[in-house]
C-alpha cells in the first residue's frame, strides 16, 4: 500500500468538480460525468482553438457566481473584489488538458470564487467552507500545480491532511490531473515511507500527515520548507480534533517563508476551528458556503418499513436483487450490527467489504481500494468511517440505520455527509433509509423536516416498485 514514489500518471479517482455540457471542435463532453478511461484516451489530444474557448467558458462562468456563496474579502477595492475584472485562469495548456481529460467544462462554486483568488498574482490566501463533493480538492489541487516550476527539483507546495488516506485520495487526484504534465513529481509524506539519511527531495509536491511532514522539514531536512510556495492545510476541523496535529501543522506553518501562499479548507468553522485557521493563514480572504447547498437535489430518497433487523437485511437483498447496481455503501449504527450485516450478506454470496473503527489505517485503506476498483459491491461500515471516502460507482446508499447523535437525536450533517456519496457532481443518486420503530420514523420525520426534502415511502416487496426509482 505504499507508494514511495509516484510518477504522476492516469489514476482513476473521481474528482471533485462539476462541469456543465459543451461541444468543442469534435470533443463532447458529457454533463457532469467522467468518461470511462477507454474512450478518455483518444479525446485527449487538445486542439488549442478548444484551450482558448474553455478560458473564455471558465471566464464566463467565473463572472456569473450565484449568490449562495459568501465571499468575504479582505479587500473591497482589490480586482479580484468582483470577478468580472479577471481576465483569465492562465492555465497550462497541460493543466487544461488534465481538468478536460477529467471530463469537466464548468467550475463548481466554491471554484468560481476560490480560484481567481489562489491563481492571483501575488497569491492571495484563503480561508474556505466547503464540504466535500465541492470541488475543494480539485480546486487546489489546480493551485498547487499551476504554481510549481518543474524546472527546480526541490519542494515547492506542502499539502498535510489529517489521515493517511486522505493524503493518498488527494495524490491520486494530484496525479489525475498532473497526467499531461509528468515533469511534475509526487511524494507521499506519511509513516511507513522510509527515505534514506541526509536525502534531498526532488519532487516538487510533497502531500502527507502532519508528523512525518514535520519530521521531514525540521529533524530529517528532506523538505527546505523556505522553498515553500504553496501550503495547504485540507480538513482542519478533523486536524484540529486529533492531538498533536494542531500543534504539528502551526509548527510546519511558523517554518515557511512570508511569501508562501497559505490555503486552509474546512467543512464546518466552530469558533476553536476560526481561531486555528486565524493562527495558520495571515491576512485571508475568507469563503464560506451556505449551509447544505444544492447537495440533495440529484439524490432521490426512500424510507422502507420493517420490524426487525432480519427484515431491514430482506429488504435490503431485495433492493439489491432488483436494482442492478455499480456499488452500494451501507451504513450501520453499531460495529456489531454491520459485522453481523456483512457477514449475513456474504452467506447470500455478496461480495463484501466491511469498514470498521478497530482496524488499522492501511488495513483500511486497503479495504477502501479494493472497493473503489470494484473488487466488492457492497462497503459495510460503520459511522466513524464514513468521511472523505470518494467512490465514483456509488450509486446507492443505504442508512440501514439512521444516523442519530449521542443524545439520540437527528445527526443531519452525517445523513448528508452519507448520501452526498451519491449524486455527486449532478449524477442522480438514490438513497434508501430503513424504519424499524417509532422512534426511527421520528427521526426520519424530522430529517426530512431539516432538509425539507420529501423522502418518499417505497414497498421493498414490490420488484417492479424498486426497479421504477432506479431509472
Given at each position: 500500500m505504499h507508494h514511495h514514489q509516484c510518477h504522476l500518471k492516469n489514476a482513476s479517482i473521481h474528482l471533485d468538480m462539476a462541469f456543465s455540457s459543451l461541444q468543442i471542435s469534435n470533443l463532447q463532453l458529457n454533463e457532469n460525468e467522467g468518461k470511462p478511461k477507454s474512450e478518455e484516451n483518444g479525446e485527449n489530444k487538445i486542439l488549442l482553438s478548444a484551450q482558448s474557448l474553455l478560458n473564455k467558458l471558465i471566464r464566463s462562468n467565473l463572472v456569473n457566481t450565484t449568490n449562495q456563496v459568501e465571499v468575504l474579502q479582505r479587500d473591497p477595492n482589490s480586482p479580484?473584489?468582483?470577478?468580472k475584472s479577471f481576465e483569465e485562469l492562465r492555465l497550462k495548456p497541460q493543466l487544461l488538458q488534465g481538468v478536460y481529460a477529467m471530463g469537466f467544462n464548468r467550475p463548481s462554486k466554491i471554484q468560481e470564487n476560490a480560484l481567481p483568488m489562489m491563481l492571483a498574482e501575488p497569491p492571495q490566501n484563503l480561508i474556505a467552507q466547503s464540504q466535500s463533493g465541492t470541488g475543494k480538492t480539485a480546486a487546489f489541487v489546480l493551485a498547487m500545480l499551476s504554481h510549481v516550476d518543474p524546472s527546480n527539483?526541490?519542494?515547492?507546495?506542502?499539502?498535510?491532511?489529517?489521515?493517511?488516506?486522505?493524503?493518498?485520495?488527494?495524490?491520486?487526484?494530484?496525479?489525475?490531473?498532473?497526467q499531461f504534465y509528468p515533469e511534475v513529481k509526487l511524494m507521499y509524506a506519511i509513516r511507513g515511507n522510509k527515505l534514506e539519511k541526509g536525502l534531498k527531495l526532488q519532487e516538487q509536491i510533497v502531500i502527507g500527515t502532519p508528523g512525518t511532514v514535520l519530521d521531514w522539514c525540521q529533524k530529517l531536512k528532506f523538505i527546505d520548507p523556505k522553498k515553500i510556495k504553496v501550503f495547504v492545510l485540507d480538513e482542519a476541523d478533523v486536524m484540529i480534533a486529533t492531538q498533536g496535529h494542531l500543534d504539528q501543522s502551526l509548527r510546519i506553518q511558523r517554518m515557511l517563508p512570508k511569501s508562501c501562499q497559505m490555503l486552509l479548507f474546512s467543512a464546518t468553522f466552530e469558533e476553536s476551528v476560526w481561531n486555528f485557521a486565524k493562527r495558520i493563514v495571515p491576512d485571508p480572504n475568507v469563503i464560506k458556503l451556505k449551509r447544505e447547498e444544492e447537495?440533495?437535489?440529484?439524490?432521490?430518497?426512500?424510507?422502507?418499513?420493517?420490524?426487525?433487523?432480519?427484515?431491514?437485511?430482506?429488504?435490503?437483498?431485495?433492493?439489491?436483487g432488483a436494482i442492478t447496481i455499480a456499488q452500494a455503501m451501507?451504513?450501520?449504527?453499531?460495529?456489531?450490527?454491520?459485522?453481523?450485516?456483512?457477514?449475513e450478506l456474504s452467506k447470500e454470496g455478496h461480495q463484501v467489504a466491511l469498514l470498521s473503527g478497530e482496524m488499522q489505517v492501511e488495513q483500511r485503506a486497503a479495504v477502501i481500494d479494493r472497493f473503489r476498483n470494484g473488487k466488492e459491491k457492497v462497503l459495510v461500515t460503520t459511522n466513524v468511517c464514513a468521511r472523505g471516502i470518494d467512490v465514483?460507482?456509488?450509486?446507492?446508499?443505504?442508512?440501514?440505520?439512521?444516523?442519530?447523535?449521542?443524545?439520540?437525536?437527528?445527526?443531519?450533517?452525517?445523513?448528508?455527509h452519507r448520501i452526498g456519496r451519491t449524486g455527486r457532481f449532478g449524477k442522480r443518486g438514490l438513497a434508501i433509509n430503513m424504519v424499524d420503530s417509532k422512534f426511527s420514523m421520528n427521526i426520519l420525520n424530522r430529517i426530512q423536516d431539516h432538509f425539507d426534502k420529501k423522502i418518499?415511502?417505497?414497498?421493498?416487496?414490490?420488484?417492479?416498485?424498486?426497479?421504477k426509482i432506479a431509472n
Open positions: 479580484l473584489y468582483s470577478v527539483k526541490w519542494p515547492q507546495c506542502l499539502c498535510v491532511s489529517p489521515t493517511y488516506e486522505l493524503a493518498l485520495q488527494t495524490g491520486k487526484v494530484i496525479e489525475q490531473m498532473g447537495t440533495l437535489d440529484t439524490i432521490k430518497q426512500y424510507y422502507v418499513v420493517c420490524n426487525c433487523k432480519e427484515e431491514k437485511f430482506q429488504a435490503l437483498c431485495n433492493i439489491y451501507v451504513f450501520c449504527h453499531t460495529r456489531k450490527t454491520a459485522g453481523w450485516l456483512a457477514g465514483e460507482q456509488v450509486s446507492v446508499v443505504i442508512n440501514f440505520d439512521l444516523p442519530v447523535d449521542k443524545d439520540g437525536n437527528p445527526d443531519n450533517e452525517t445523513y448528508l418518499e415511502r417505497l414497498d421493498t416487496d414490490d420488484l417492479d416498485e424498486i426497479e
